[in-house]
């Protein structure tokens, strides 16, 4: 098109001067101009007195108007765009003038519908019936300058991209890189021009990964994809890269083409983003959500396999007395060092998960020999039972265990879930330290549990609640100053619920915190009512859990001022505790049971003898009753097992200035043997079933007693022998 350009211009150049040499000869010069306009490949024009004398076909339609049309009545300024009228008056009053004779330049035109184009122009200045004009020759350039932009901005692109690009011939040598090349891997471009694509390798991907890579390029002419490779410092790093192909005109390969970015960081963020999503961040086992993935595909794999796979759920006992009284630091090592421990027990082909809490999971998968599950759980039971040393304090748990079987069970994974969580729940219902094996008939005691977690949270508020009060005797003198609160539980629907059917499932949902502060209140206003009316050292003493004593459970403050609105003194109420709470004790227990003390509040320990009955924490804290479990009083004859054992503990509690409380003392014998051993206190069905308040009033009168004058006498007989005995 340039050279058509020059042409054109030296042709119409030729003839100007022809014009001027000849005038004899105007007419036939200008039919020769006409023809040689009319046929050219671009614009021709004349201009005189700021108007188109003559325009051709080829300018005329570069501006969308007929050539007679724009000789007719468009002036020269109409095609110019605005901000550039002023240069171009200028430019031709400066060839009218004779400053310039001949001009070149590029500007911006106005088309007929105001759209603007680029062109170029070539003019000259001639004499027309001896007046002055302009005579032009003009290219649209509007592709060109356009392709021009194009190649400026990728120029621009190319050296300022963060992406870094890189250019190799079809065979994959390197024919030139831009400076984020140099930045993302290290090399200058003198050091990689000229060689493969292949000095980048890193070597983490073996020969397979590039067949794949250049069979694709080869075939479809592109490929994107991650890949590893190494900068010059030796660094390894991950990049997204696309490889694409420019071909030339016959098809055959001119370039490769690949930009890449540095996606390490990007890898590096995802990877802990996966791992938080599927990991347990304190264990570092898969979490619930990777345990669900895990147990789909084992059961696809089991299914393929035609073998069996364990579902195991575990909750570890008294970790939450652990971790309430030790610290949530403490309870965090428990729980790491008991997910060690259960990883332990398994192959490396088994999934160990923690759901949360103190509640893991463990996926048996393809099993040849579905007897091994029994034998790995036992393991698990013997490993959680030893001892666990944390900050220097030696704590004991246990786990219970509830098993379930693919596809014996069920096929679907709601159902393997709901399975062995039944399953746990009743080897904790069994006494815990216990495996159990889901059956049918666990999801009937389910569905039960439901319903009274369901029907407990309304009780509370619908008033279905009530103490009953059983005496407490004076073996000596057969009083009774005190008596334990006991809760009862009237459901409008079932009737009597037994506290050894609510009470743990109250523990286990918290809502027994809120029933112990309940029963507290009851029994404080009760004892303030007898004390006033009939007996001013009655007591009355009322069961506490050890999940009461946890964070956000008894608020001693509370009770403490609850006492004193009521003008009672602490010595009014006494607490029971089992032993379990005292050899987890740690610092939030042992605030409150000072405090209860140090206001009066007394302490009896129950059921002493099932438990660990350690001496230690004996001394530590300050007992005033230990109550011996009625499984000592059931079987009491004279010189059996178990009036030893009765006596040792009488003996040690006096030694320690404690006074003792035997429970279940359903014969008279049983009484007699216990009160000649010294026993200061009895309680059990002998002298009374836990009555209602009402009925409780005949054991306040101030005659009363339940032993007989005989009874009575027999019993300080027999206590002044024995010690004069021991004396």
Not at 74 to 103: F, M
Not at 327 to 343: E, Y
Not at 433 to 441: C, D, G, T, V
Not at 442 to 460: F, I, K, P, T, Y
């Amino acid at each position: 098109m340039a050279y058509a350009f020059n042409d054109s211009a030296q042709r119409i150049g030729n003839l100007i001067t022809y014009i001027e040499q000849d005038r004899q000869s105007l007419r036939q010069a200008e039919a020769m101009f006409r023809e040689l306009a009319e046929n050219s490949v671009v614009g021709v024009y004349i201009v005189q007195d700021d108007a188109f004398r003559f325009v051709n076909a080829k300018m005329a339609e570069m501006f969308d108007y007929e050539p007679a049309e724009m000789m007719a009545s468009v002036g020269v300024l109409d095609i110019v765009a605005e901000d550039q009228r002023q240069l171009v008056t200028e430019g031709i009053r400066k060839r009218l003038s004779g400053e310039v004779q001949e001009v070149h330049y590029e500007r911006q035109a106005r088309k007929k519908d105001g759209s603007l184009i680029d062109i170029e122009v070539f003019g000259s200045r001639m004499r027309i019936d001896g007046r002055d004009a302009t005579i032009g020759i003009m290219l649209d350039i509007t592709k060109r300058k356009a392709a021009e932009m194009s190649e400026h901005l990728m120029t621009l692109v190319y050296q300022n991209s963060s992406e870094g690009m890189v250019i190799a011939d079809a065979v994959g040598v390197i024919v030139t890189v831009n400076p984020a090349f140099t930045e993302i891997t290290g090399y200058q471009p003198d050091e990689v021009v000229g060689n493969k694509l292949n000095i980048l390798n890193s070597g983490r991907h073996d020969q397979a990964f590039y067949q794949a890579m250049w069979r694709a390029i080869n075939t479809i002419g592109h490929w994107r994809g991650e890949i590893w490779n190494r900068r010059k410092n030796g660094e390894v790093f991950v990049e997204l890269l696309t490889i694409n192909t420019a071909y030339n005109e016959d098809g055959t390969v001119y370039r490769r083409i690949g930009v890449f970015s540095d996606i390490t960081d990007r890898k590096h963020s995802e990877a802990v983003v996966w791992e938080q999503a599927n990991f347990d961040f304190l264990t570092r086992l898969p979490n619930r959500h990777m345990f669900h993935d895990r147990l789909q595909q084992e059961i696809t794999k089991s299914h393929r396999a035609a073998l069996p796979l364990a579902l195991l759920f575990l909750d570890l006992d008294q970790f939450k007395e652990v971790n309430d009284t030790l610290g949530h630091a403490v309870g965090d090592r428990l729980l790491k060092q008991a997910a060690q421990r259960l990883s332990s027990c398994v192959r490396e082909s088994d999934t160990v998960a923690r759901l949360g809490g103190d509640e893991f999971t463990i996926i048996l998968s393809e099993l040849k020999d579905v007897n091994v599950v029994k034998r790995i759980a036992q393991n698990i039971l013997e490993k959680l039972t030893q001892p666990f040393m944390l900050e220097e304090e030696e704590v004991f748990i246990s786990v219970s265990i509830g098993i379930t079987l693919y596809p014996d069970d069920a096929t679907e994974i709601e159902d393997l879930i709901k399975n062995a969580d039944q399953a746990m729940y009743a080897a904790k219902d069994q006494g815990r330290n216990q495996l159990n094996y889901f059956a049918r008939s666990m999801q009937e005691a389910a569905q039960s549990r439901r319903w009274l977690v369901r029907d407990l949270r309304g009780a509370l508020a619908g008033d279905q609640f009530c103490l009953h009060y059983q005496p407490i005797v004076n073996l000596t003198t057969g009083s009774v100053d005190k008596a334990e609160a006991l809760i009862r539980w009237q459901h409008p629907v079932r009737g009597l619920i037994s506290p050894a059917e609510f009470i743990p499932v109250a523990e286990d949902t918290g809502m027994i915190i809120e029933i112990g502060d309940w029963v507290f209140r009851q029994a404080a206003q009760q004892v303030a009512l007898w004390r006033s009316a009939q007996h001013a050292q009655f007591q009355i003493s009322i069961n506490t859990s050890a999940v009461q004593f946890r964070r956000g459970g008894i608020v001693h403050d509370e009770w403490l001022g609850y006492l004193r609105r009521l003008g009672l003194p602490g010595h009014s109420i006494a607490i029971e505790i089992t032993e379990r709470l005292l050899m987890d004790a740690g610092t939030g227990v042992t605030d409150k049971l000072r405090a209860f003390r140090a206001a009066g509040i007394q302490v009896a320990l129950d059921d002493f003898g099932t438990g660990y009955s350690s001496m230690s924490y004996l001394k530590k804290f300050d007992i005033d009753y230990l109550k011996i479990d009625q499984s000592f009083v059931r079987n009491l004859m004279p010189g059996s097992d178990d009036l030893a054992l009765c006596e040792a503990i009488i003996v040690m509690a006096h030694k320690l200035g404690m006074k003792v409380i035997a429970e279940g003392i359903e014969t008279e014998q049983q009484r007699d043997l216990l009160a000649a051993a010294g026993c200061d206190f009895g309680q059990g069905y002998l002298f009374s079933r836990p009555v209602a308040a009402e009925q409780f009033q005949a054991f306040l009168k101030p005659d009363f007693r339940i032993l007989s004058d005989e009874s009575q006498k027999c019993a300080l007989r027999t206590r002044s022998a024995a010690v004069l005995k021991t004396g």
